[in-house]
């Protein structure tokens, strides 16, 4: 089945079939390297914003205390993680963990990143259908993402014996799971971030001109996970211009 949807679309897809492996291994530089341009400007947005304290001075931690109250939501603990950025939700422990610049500061910055966890925590207590399904596929990527490139190298190994190439598709199969979750994920994330600004400036707590620092920051978060997928379809082009140049 998976051999045959590859060998289809190779087939019916001229620029697919045309592309060769060095062209998607400089595709993979070049998403890397907007990956960088796009983590420094978030570096830099984020350290503009850090510097702007928020009215009130509300720390990021006590904004999102009130955030899962005004959601009547009760079984999500805010805790302090050390690191730089490392904020994020825990299903599993039902926590929001919070980075150093994040947990005690007043800024606009922190307040829009403990707001945006506090999304992920509404996500789940709603049952969000991508969050579901990206927590789905986490152990089926942890899996296949350690297991592609070896499962791909002994399908080309053994193609050099035989005619067969199913182990290589099932290796492609494999690396498509990452591509996957990365698309997953756009919508959980930009989900998130909105439902943060929503109430950021519903409950008043971030005026005009510092809402609009909040969603500046979270829209440059959002396009780190933008490249990610990026990077993962480019990955998975890659692999399989490898895989198809050596059918060919």
Not at 60 to 68: I, N, T
Not at 187 to 213: C, F, H, K, T
Request: proline content about 2%; aromatic content about 10%; hydrophobic content about 50%.
């Amino acid at each position: 089945m998976l051999t045959t949807l590859f060998t289809t679309y190779s087939e019916n897809s001229g620029a697919m079939s045309n592309l060769t492996t060095s062209e998607a291994f400089f595709l993979i530089i070049a998403v890397g390297i907007i990956g960088f341009i796009v983590q420094a400007k978030l570096k830099n947005v984020f350290a503009k914003y850090s510097k702007v304290p928020a009215p009130g001075y509300m720390t990021g931690a006590q904004a999102a205390e009130r955030m899962l109250q005004a959601h009547r939501i009760t079984n999500v603990k805010i805790t302090h993680i050390s690191g730089e950025l490392t904020d994020h939700f825990n299903p599993q422990t039902m926590t929001i963990n919070l980075s150093d610049g994040v947990y005690s500061s007043n800024s606009v910055a922190a307040l829009a990143v403990a707001c945006h966890e506090c999304g992920h925590a509404i996500q789940h207590a709603e049952g969000y259908a991508p969050l579901r399904l990206r927590s789905a596929l986490v152990p089926i990527v942890n899996f296949s993402s350690r297991a592609a490139f070896f499962v791909i190298m002994i399908g080309l190994v053994m193609t050099a014996s035989t005619s067969s190439q199913i182990i290589c598709w099932i290796g492609l199969g494999m690396i498509a799971m990452s591509a996957v979750f990365s698309l997953v994920t756009l919508p959980v994330e930009y989900d998130a971030s909105n439902r943060a600004l929503d109430w950021l400036e519903s409950s008043r707590i971030l005026r005009d001109e510092e809402a609009e620092g909040a969603e500046i920051a979270l829209k440059w978060a959002a396009r780190t996970y933008v490249v990610a997928a990026l990077s993962a379809i480019a990955t998975l082009l890659y692999y399989f211009t490898l895989v198809n140049n050596r059918r060919n």
